[in-house]
């Protein structure tokens, strides 16, 4: 070891060894964040924080749970939410905290698709965010069938199923992802250790990369503008504090965020108290049986709108079948988020409601997505089977015309700065 | 002031959603019923006509106490359990308490004709398929008062949660949480198996299982369990037994919950103040 | 330069060499999410049809499914895609689960119809859909003739004949 002074406290002999100060100020004192932003801008760490709820007691659960097709539904339902001290506690909190997790993904989603922080160098931050996304439905929907309730097992049944419109080796691949020509023990056991291991782990390395990503392009602003951040941090150094248009993430950033979350915990815990219904399905409190489906089979509710594009297309188009289509634009939704950076064609990174074309696809796209949501848990039959035939159409065809509208967005951009800005 | 803008349209969509997938969603799922019918206004009016509880002593004594027991007055049954599973596919119920926790005069229309009074009857036609329980039709209304105006007589005057639940559904139904399996294996006599409802007041809900109890082909057409016809004061003691039993912690659960909610309302308040010390220096 | 050229042509060895080391174990982690052994052998089940009843459903479990039994009533007319005809008698074997969203459908003895409660679907007693929202008819499972007994799982020559007929 090199030379090194005799530590007078405890925090300097970890600095000797650690170099703490160095990290501490990378991480965060001298970890520098736009100063104009809102409270959308914290969304990230009330993910970063629910998703450490989830973790907590999802450890809790795990000591009593028993992945077995005989015992699963009694752990729970009997060990844990009746025998166990707290057990309940712990469950409605990972029951509506799943739940939740998915409504703060998608406001943080939404934020970035609104101020355009996926283009100009960011692609990365919104890539690695997909991916997220991505694993965090594979945990929801894992984890979803380890009750082993009517609607574990059910949406296991449906989901799992799809896989079998794969061509060719769709029927052995559905065989193979369930270890059993049904729904069963086997199925349960390697769902269980993706809901604990593989998938949380590959979160952990996921949350990891996507704020590494954030470290080059830094992170995005109210209004789009383009910061000279190590300029800024000068200023805020040199004690220009209200100049400089930066402020720290700790404590700064930090205090905003907390206040937040604050917040944010309080409607976690009323809805854990009061109102969980509405993430823990009441049928799945009956226990799985694989001879009677239940009335209604839907996914929970942040999957409902994939599921409808699924289940959109119920009639044959051109000789091709009704299933084949909804799978491939079942496939169509799953991946066209990811390429958001690609398809907006603008160099304009500003709010959406600044950009004349924009604007409306923004909107129109949040009400699409919404009518693809209530419609993914109504019946399909009747007008209700069409609503979800022409959202899922509008919904394709919307993300298809995105290149084309903001091209457009630019030449009458361009067009009005040629008119010296007057209409 | 912007922020609050913000976080208004945020809120907005939220709600929407939230409207579409629950209340909506539901409101279609579970179309409105009726309220529930304690006086099962749909039946005769048979009680209407008085009998007299020391005649309907002679006449149960004569015709019910072949199948049934009456513990409460010494009548043991005349057959053991195992036998009467075994010849009957169920063992008939003893009717001590039978007074107490079925309504008067849906009590008279079950003994006059079960499988009406219990809306049976796209099960049981009575031609090809016969209910356990024969009618009684032939019998007098007034002589079907007076049994009914003996079993009141007899019956106690109170009963505990658990003990309507026994006599009122844990003869098909089990309760596991609770070890209690169902008194007779139904499945046969009635083609369908008796769910357990160790769970049923999560996956049904107070609301749905007031109507339900009260009369289930309301809910679920064509269902094989019949209409029991407990009064309104039974009926609730078996809700709240499936609350004891199925949600045991409610009552944690909301005693904690404003602690908890206090709590963090103390919390939003002090970040709050925290928030500002620390921008004022920036902003 | 012939030392690099060297390594180069060393790493690439080395990497090979790795490269086969993955996909074998990505492989073996293949075949632990195959079925198991028990499970492929219990993916066949072989049923007596002779004590079946006319116009009455008898429904067994097959691969975690409901497979429908149906002897059919001699009234009902012959069709050549759907019917398992053993001896003189006729049989509609078919999966249990709607071809709309798989409810299970119950069969009405005395209108000799299948009905599906969830959306209202209706199948003839060969399974073919006649009313509401199916797509097709009840799938006929993979099957066997052995005696009176078929085997399910199974891929039967009268089995393949009938998939070849529905094709056709």
């Known amino acids: 070891m090199a030379h090194s002074e005799k530590a007078k406290s405890l925090g300097e002999w970890f600095d000797q060894r650690l170099n703490t100060t160095g990290f501490i100020k990378v991480m965060m004192t001298e970890y520098w964040i736009p100063k104009d932003i809102n409270f959308l801008w914290a969304m990230g760490m009330v993910l970063a924080f629910t998703f450490k709820i989830l973790l907590i007691s999802g450890i809790f659960l795990l000591m009593y749970y028993k992945p077995d097709v005989d015992m699963a539904f009694d752990s729970v339902n009997y060990t844990i939410m009746q025998e166990v001290g707290y057990g309940w506690l712990f469950r409605h909190i990972h029951g509506v905290g799943a739940s939740l997790v998915f409504l703060i993904i998608y406001i943080h989603m939404f934020t970035g698709i609104y101020y355009g922080s996926y283009k100009r160098g960011r692609e990365m931050i919104w890539l690695s965010g997909m991916l997220l996304l991505i694993l965090f439905s594979a945990e929801a929907f894992s984890g979803y069938m380890l009750p082993w309730g009517q609607m574990s097992y059910w949406a296991a049944y449906v989901i799992t199923n799809i896989f079998g419109g794969i061509p060719l080796i769709g029927d052995e691949l559905v065989v193979w992802i369930r270890g059993n020509f049904y729904v069963a023990d086997s199925t349960l056991t390697r769902f269980f250790m993706l809901h604990v291991l593989l998938v949380p782990l590959a979160i952990l390395g996921g949350i990891v990369f996507h704020f590494y990503t954030l470290r080059i392009p830094h992170v995005n602003n109210q209004k789009g503008e383009e910061i000279d951040f190590e300029e800024e941090a000068n200023k805020y150094k040199a004690d220009r504090k209200k100049v400089s248009k930066v402020i720290p993430f700790w404590p700064v950033f930090m205090a905003k965020d907390i206040f937040v979350l604050s917040v944010f915990l309080f409607l976690f815990f009323y809805l854990t108290f009061y109102h969980y219904n509405f993430a823990m399905d009441p049928v799945n409190f009956d226990p799985a049986n694989e001879l009677k489906t239940p009335a209604h089979i839907y996914p929970e509710w942040y999957f409902l709108w994939s599921y409808e594009v699924l289940r959109g297309f119920f009639f044959d188009i051109a000789g091709l079948k009704a299933a084949d289509i909804g799978l491939v634009a079942f496939g169509f939704a799953q991946i066209i988020f990811a390429l958001m950076p690609w398809l907006d064609r603008s160099p304009t990174v500003a709010p959406a409601n600044s950009r004349p074309y924009f604007k409306v696809w923004f909107w129109l796209m949040i009400v699409i997505l919404i009518i693809l949501t209530v419609y993914g848990k109504l019946p399909p039959t009747g007008t209700n089977a069409w609503v979800g035939f022409y959202s899922s159409v509008s919904f394709i065809l919307l993300f298809l015309a995105l290149p084309f509208v903001t091209t457009k967005e630019i030449a009458a951009t361009n067009a009005h700065k040629q008119n010296g800005g007057k209409h | 002031m912007k922020e609050l803008k913000i976080f208004g349209v945020v809120t907005f969509f939220t709600l929407v959603t939230y409207w579409g997938v629950e209340p909506l969603a539901h409101s279609i799922f579970h179309p ?18 008085k009998g007299d509880a020391t005649k309907g002593k002679e006449i149960l004594s004569q015709n019910c106490v072949g199948c049934h027991s009456v513990e409460k007055v010494g009548i043991p049954a005349q057959v053991d359990k195992q036998t009467a599973i075994d010849s009957y596919g169920v063992f008939p119920p003893d009717l001590s308490t039978a007074g107490l926790i079925y309504e008067s005069n849906y009590l008279a229309n079950f003994i006059k004709h079960p499988t009406k009074a219990g809306k049976l009857e796209h099960k049981y036609d009575g031609v090809n398929k016969f209910y356990i329980m024969p009618d009684y039709s032939w019998m007098s209304n007034e002589d079907i008062s007076s049994i009914v105006e003996y079993l009141k007589s007899i019956a106690p005057a109170k009963l505990s949660n658990k003990e309507v639940f026994v006599d009122a559904c844990g003869r098909c139904h089990s309760m596991k949480y609770d070890k209690l399996p169902a008194v007779s294996d139904v499945t046969k006599v009635m083609a369908s198996t008796p769910p357990d409802l160790s769970m049923m007041i999560r996956s049904r809900g107070e609301h749905y299982l007031t109507t339900f109890i009260n009369d289930p082909q309301k809910h679920l057409h064509g269902t094989a369990m019949p209409r029991v016809g407990l009064t309104e004061e039974a009926q609730k003691q078996v809700i709240t037994y499936l609350e004891e039993i199925g949600d045991s912690k409610k009552a944690e659960r909301e005693a904690i919950a404003p602690y908890v909610l206090g709590f963090l309302g103390f919390m939003i308040f002090i970040s709050l103040l925290w928030k500002r010390e620390v921008w004022n220096e920036v902003k | 330069m012939a030392d690099k050229n060297r390594r180069a042509f060393m790493g690439k060895i080395l990497a090979g060499t790795a490269g086969v080391a993955a996909v074998a174990s990505l492989y073996a982690m293949k075949r632990t999410w195959d079925p198991l052994p ?16 006319a116009g009455k459903l008898s429904i067994v479990k097959w691969q975690g499914k409901p497979v429908f039994l149906l002897k059919l009533t001699p009234d009902i007319a012959l069709d050549v895609n759907r019917d398992i005809v053993i001896g003189e008698n006729r049989y509609t074997v078919v999966i249990g689960l709607c071809t709309h969203l798989g409810c299970i459908p119950e069969w009405r003895e005395g209108e000799k119809i299948f009905h599906c ?17 199916p797509p097709r008819p009840l799938d006929i499972p993979p099957f066997a003739i052995q005696g009176t007994s078929i085997v399910l799982g199974e891929e039967g020559p009268e089995y393949k004949k009938m998939t070849a007929q529905a094709k056709a």
């Open chain 3, 117 to 133: 409660a969830c959306h209202g679907g209706q199948y003839d007693a060969h399974a073919k859909q006649t009313f509401g929202p």
């Open chain 3, 38 to 53: 028990s499970v492929v052998s219990a993916g066949f089940t072989t049923i007596d049809l002779s004590p079946l009843e």
């Open chain 2, 32 to 49: 409105h019923v009726e309220p529930a019918d304690f006086q099962f206004k749909d039946l005769e009016k048979i009680t209407e006509t």
